[in-house]
């Protein structure tokens, strides 16, 4: 088992950044793939970024690229997500998943991220 916990989320006005953290306990983190989705008030959930075990490749949805960034330290078991030139459509509750196959089995229980306009 692998327990994920988000942080960081909180308000914040358009044009701002702010970092999210996912912490991991249990299994070694540095087995799994690490993902970051989120899900938009009234939307479903979607992708956003990912990052290998290897930390040789990293993923990220079109809408978030050249603003956001995915890194992790697995001595730490802590993945990252810094979000920068945030947008009033960013505004989701962000998760961390990861697995150590083709499906996400472990998900955080998100943090919400609130962008004014």
């Known amino acids: 088992q692998v327990h994920l916990v988000e942080s960081g989320g909180r308000l914040v006005q358009a044009g701002g950044s702010l970092r999210l953290s996912c912490r991991a306990s249990?299994?070694?983190?540095?087995?799994?793939?690490v993902a970051w989705f989120r899900q938009p008030p009234g939307k479903e959930r979607e992708f956003v970024a990912s990052?290998?075990?290897?930390?040789?490749?990293?993923d990220y949805a079109d809408s978030v690229k050249g603003r956001f960034a995915i890194s992790r330290d697995n001595y730490e078991n802590t993945v990252y997500l810094q979000m920068n030139s945030l947008k009033p459509e960013d505004t989701a509750v962000y998760y961390c998943?990861?697995?150590?196959?083709?499906?996400?089995?472990?998900w955080g229980q998100g943090t919400q991220v609130t962008v004014s306009s």
């Open positions: 998943a990861c697995r150590s196959g083709d499906e996400y089995e472990y």
């Open positions: 249990g299994r070694p983190f540095s087995g799994y793939t």
């Open positions: 990052v290998s075990k290897t930390l040789l490749s990293t």
